[in-house]
């Protein structure tokens, strides 16, 4: 071979040795996310942290409890990396199966306690708020219920509504029974059969409630935020009523993420959750459109929400909240 054309050759062949080196490097760096937070702020959080990190995330969207149970039928075959959810009792059935490697502690010291596990097995990264949300023209400040429990009496039939069968409203119904006890929570949702009327998804109740066709209705505090900075069409009559007082009405839901201990790349997933938790991501939470609270020390939430501190919510341990039973006690219940 002529000496130009080998040399030729030579320099070809270590060119593409680079760029299938850098392609090699680049899936070393790459994790899979399975996500049940919302799809529009998983992609923010994730687009946001490969700008920064040069690490890649695919995102694999589904519900809480579709992906806990996959999780723990994969066990430690499962090619998930991150697991991020909406609500925590998911994340505690992960925990419970062992599947969980322990958070960093750097990363656990950046939210506080009562947004994140005892266990350290898993750790907030964005929180929500239950709210009563009632038809401004149908009640007026002295007609709202002063406890969820109230809910159950009978002045109640017909007129209010929530969306049972998804992970929102069972995370709820998980804190009323750490709260209260089986026996209650058994008489609460046994009552709530007869009193509510049955939605699916928290914006057809915010749009029942808006239309009149029912007083009020069981959500979560960012849907009456998100559809306001929107049209407001589904909000325009509607307020939101806050429990406080440590009632069960007054559940502040922990959105959670962990890092599989079957992860092919833990340093990167434990950096991805570093990073939703501190600055950058709880940024994103603060200056975006989900409108959930931030759980990261010192980092404020969206100036638009009711702050953390005044909602006066129950103290509840996520680690402790009991999916498996909620839904077997609801199923007793007729709701499921």
Known sequence: MHPALSALFGSTLALAGLLLSSQAMAQEKQIIVYNAQHESLAKEWATTFTAETGIGVTLRNGADSEFSNQIVAEGKASPADVFLTENSPAMTQVEQAGLFAPIDADTLALVEEQYRPSGGHWIGIAARSTVFAYNRNRLTQDQLPKSLLDLADPQWKGRWGASPSGPDFQAIVSALLQLKGEEVTADWLKAMKTNFKAYRGNNTVLKAVNSGEIDGGIIYHYYWFGDRARTGENSSDVELHYFRNGDPGAFVSISGGGVLAS????????????????KGGQKVLREGTSYEYT??????????LVPLEDLQAPKIDPQTLNSRKVTDLMTDAGLM
Not at 295 to 304: F, T
């Open 295 to 304: 759980v990261g020390r010192g980092e404020p939430s969206n100036a638009a």
């Open 263 to 278: 992860s092919k790349h833990p340093q990167e997933a434990q950096a991805f959750l570093k990073w939703i938790v501190g």
